[in-house]
């Protein structure tokens, strides 16, 4: 708990067995004030073949299991499965960045915030951290956002925090790689308070599953761009509908 807000955590992972532990045990020590801050920690193991998910549950983790590979069905996989809460925190499963740091994020939402992103770009990023695709595909993509919905965006870092309500609110629906995209850009288009905070990278236990590979990292900046895409589609056209009324 923090500051009397009840924290979950979700994390996507698929064959992490090497880093979930460590994530999962750290986010379980994480204390603010002498208080433990997370509440609870919901894995879900997006078809894992190694002992993510034992080793997450071993670790205190609530743990579930979406054989349909994505990103985005990951994550609502694991929303479905969260305990009553008033914040959840979204951190990848691989060790890329330090937990500590959701504590300016967290107290981001207690003082107004809606989404509190975990920017990359703000923070320390170590060497090897990032590819040079994923560094372009974020100018790109907050570029973009910047461009269309008038507000400033430096990365599309999965490591964030929303308001439970919040994120009830702007209806998730993506089940791939355009997820932090739609969460950042519909809390945008819902007038919500959106801001960032600097958060650091480190190197990643194992090899990443999307900017590991060419394929990856193509599928990924289709997905993305997609989504910017369709949202920007989505809403010119109910800008249009609604002047006709």
């Not at 698929?14 to 994530?23: H, R």
């Not at 205190?60 to 979406?66: D, H, L, N, S, W």
């Not at 975990?118 to 951290?129: H, T």
Request: proline share 2%.
């Amino acid at each position: 708990m923090y500051k009397d807000y009840r924290v979950a955590v979700v994390i996507p992972a698929l064959n992490e067995e090497n880093a979930i532990g460590v994530v999962t045990s750290a986010l379980t020590e994480l204390e603010f004030e002498n208080q433990k801050v997370i509440d609870d920690i919901v894995v879900c193991d997006n078809g894992s073949t190694d002992n993510t998910a034992s080793v997450a549950q071993l670790a205190g983790a609530i743990t579930v299991r979406q054989n349909v590979p994505g990103y985005g069905i990951a994550c609502l996989t694991a929303i479905e499965r969260l305990p009553a809460c008033d914040i959840v925190l979204f951190v990848d499963g691989d060790d890329s960045c330090f937990v500590e740091q959701a504590i300016p994020m967290l107290e981001g939402i207690v003082k107004g915030d809606d989404l509190a992103i975990g920017s990359r770009n703000l923070g320390k990023i170590e060497e090897g951290a990032l590819t040079q695709t994923q560094m372009f595909g974020n100018w790109l993509s907050s570029h973009l956002i910047t461009l269309f919905w008038g507000q400033k965006i430096t990365d599309l870092g999965p490591f964030r925090a929303i308001r439970y309500s919040a994120l009830q609110a702007i209806d998730m629906q993506d089940k791939t790689f355009g997820w932090t995209v739609e969460m950042q850009v519909k809390a945008i288009i819902h007038g919500m308070n959106v801001n960032e905070y600097p958060v650091d990278s480190k190197i990643r236990i194992g090899e990443s599953k999307i900017s590991g590979t060419l394929k990856g990292s193509v599928k990924a900046g289709i997905g993305i761009l997609s989504m910017i895409g369709k949202l920007f589609l989505t809403q010119a056209q109910l800008k249009r509908s609604t002047n006709r009324i």
